[in-house]
């Protein structure tokens, strides 16, 4: 499966932004998803995961009722919705796919990885 990643862009502290990730090449709703992102000089953490039928969901402590993750099967789409956003949240993001139906919190639970979109959060 092929993995794009869209929608970062600059926003205000407090803003939000969705991120998508579009999947081709395969049935998408036979994947599970997950977000993550990297700061630079940081490793890549995760953020938020889904399973493949979408009600099961999982988040990062550090964004936890502010972020929300969901998919459109029909579209091949997973989106991350970010609320109040603040600056440490600035990142590139990354949409990752396994091919298993669970929450993988570990970058090494994932087989497949999209380009990530770059969001940049101002004070």
């Known amino acids: 499966v092929q993995l794009q990643a869209s929608g970062g862009g600059l926003v205000q502290a407090g803003g939000s932004l969705r991120l998508s990730c579009r999947a081709s090449g395969r049935t998408f709703s036979s994947y599970s998803v997950g977000w993550f992102r990297q700061a630079p000089g940081k490793e890549r953490e995760f953020v938020a995961a889904?399973?493949?039928?979408?009600?099961?969901?999982y988040y990062a402590d550090s964004v936890k009722g502010r972020f929300s993750i969901s998919r459109d099967n029909a579209k091949n789409t997973v989106y991350l919705l970010m609320n109040s956003l603040r600056p440490e949240d600035a990142a590139v993001y990354y949409c990752?796919?396994?091919?298993?139906?669970?929450?993988?919190?570990?970058?090494?639970?994932?087989?497949?990885w999209g380009q990530g979109t770059l969001v940049t959060v101002s004070s």
């Open positions: 990752a796919a396994q091919s298993t139906n669970g929450i993988y919190t570990q970058v090494r639970g994932y087989s497949y």
């Open positions: 889904i399973k493949w039928s979408g009600i099961s969901t």
